[in-house]
């Protein structure tokens, strides 16, 4: 029976009063009758609009169309054809702007919760599979992949479901990248990373950590003297950047990914940790994307009283989900929009004791679309705080650069691919993701991972 009803199936979740103070998942997931009742408001669009805005091609309507049928592992079986983490994509795609964006529903309510039905379709799996995976039967080739984030676990497992042997070389002790040292608990549980992850192991693809490619070994390395045929580089973004005003030097000054790697990958929050960050009381974010949004809310559940988003657009002009930027303010993060910060101030033993912001107006749309901030003279305030955390961006480590010949770069450090393949200036070297493109999505890393292993597989039966 078809659901007209024009508003989704709202996601259960924790009191904002509660989780604020806990890491626990915020979500907590459709139950199969939401689920059921959720798929059938999908129209099953003759031709579905919804995919034409899925980087990675799920056939959405056929998935939802088995949750509609209580056939939850035949929808797992559909997605897994195009997606290697749909429980991941299924907790942080943005799918507001992607595949929900395009769903006809939307255009006289909301759109169906495509999002919440592959996490739910993900869980379900991984809550009922006791099946063995097949390990394909190798066709004798061998890729190396650099970086185990969302563009390179997608690449790895594409391969190596065609049978290629891939091994994954990840800088840190822990697979997962950004998954795992970017976004926080409560957004994406590491446990479920972790679980993709294992998945991926049972096909053949090899992991080994603690490898910094560029240090440990070159590229050159990898496949002059260990017999990799290709190489594919996911690396991310992880060089943070700043906004060179006085005080960035002062103690309690973060960037982002420093504070979201010692609370997320290192734990900071429990008791014991090896890598603690200071007890503080009030917080100033920098910066209006996700990234940003993960930060703040850190922070309070790291027990601060106050957390401040400071930002120098209006909230219509924040990149963050609307969903983050909902849940932020549910839990008490206040915004500080069309405000920008000049100085950071300290006392006498270097500490971060206030930020001094301007005002900022809005005036004529920039290059990028948004309109542009312009400060207002003599505006200037302070906010008390005792932690400032800059979250304005990242840029690909140049180390890969650096000891690579002939590998071309953007001026901002982004490696120079064709848009078609993912193929650098070396043969048989490929890239996607965050290493090309700077900081984007998770599921726009994955298309970049997928659209690089479909060229290395082409590259080799010509």
Known sequence: MPNMSPTKNPMPSQDPNVRKRNFLEVATGYTEEMAIDEANRCLQ?????????CPVQI???????????????????????????????????????????????????ESVAIGRLERFVADWHNAHDTAEVKVPVSNGHKVAVIGSGPSGLTCAGDLAKKGYEVTVFEALHVAGGVLVYGIPEF?????????????????????????????????DELMSDYGFEAVFIGSGAGLPRFMNIPGENLKGVFSANEFLTR??????????SQTPIPHVKNVAVVGG??????????????????????????????????????HAKEEGIEFKLLNNPVEILGDEHKNVKAIKCIKMELGEPDA???????????????IDVDCVIMSIGTSPNPLIKSTTKGLDTQ????????????????PNVYAGGDAVTGAATVILAMGAGKTAAKAIDESFNK
């Open 187 to 219: 957004r994406l549980p590491k446990a479920i990373v972790a679980k993709e992850i294992e998945g991926l192991k049972q096909l053949g693809v090899k992991i080994e950590t603690n490898m910094v490619i560029g240090r440990v070994l070159s590229i």
């Open 411 to 426: 001026k901002w450090g982004g490696i120079i691919t064709e848009e078609e393949t993912g193929l650098t200036s070396r």
């Open 45 to 53: 669009c003759k031709k579905p609009m919804c995919m034409n805005g």
């Open 368 to 382: 990028s679309g948004r309109r542009k901030p312009a400060e207002v003279p003599g505006s200037e305030f302070e």
């Open 59 to 109: 056939k959405i309507p056929a998935f939802i169309n088995e949750v509609a049928n209580g056939n939850f592992e035949k929808a797992y079986e559909i997605i897994s054809e195009t997606s290697s983490l749909p429980a991941v994509c299924g907790r942080v795609c943005p799918q507001e702007s992607q595949c929900e964006g395009k769903c006809v529903r939307g255009i006289k309510g």
């Open 263 to 272: 609370t997320n990958l290192m734990k900071a929050y429990q008791d014991g």
């Open 289 to 326: 994307g996700n990234v940003a949004m993960d930060a703040a809310r850190c922070a309070m559940r790291l027990g601060a009283e106050h957390v401040y988003i400071v930002y120098r657009r209006s909230e219509e002009e924040l990149p963050a989900r609307k969903e983050e930027v909902e």
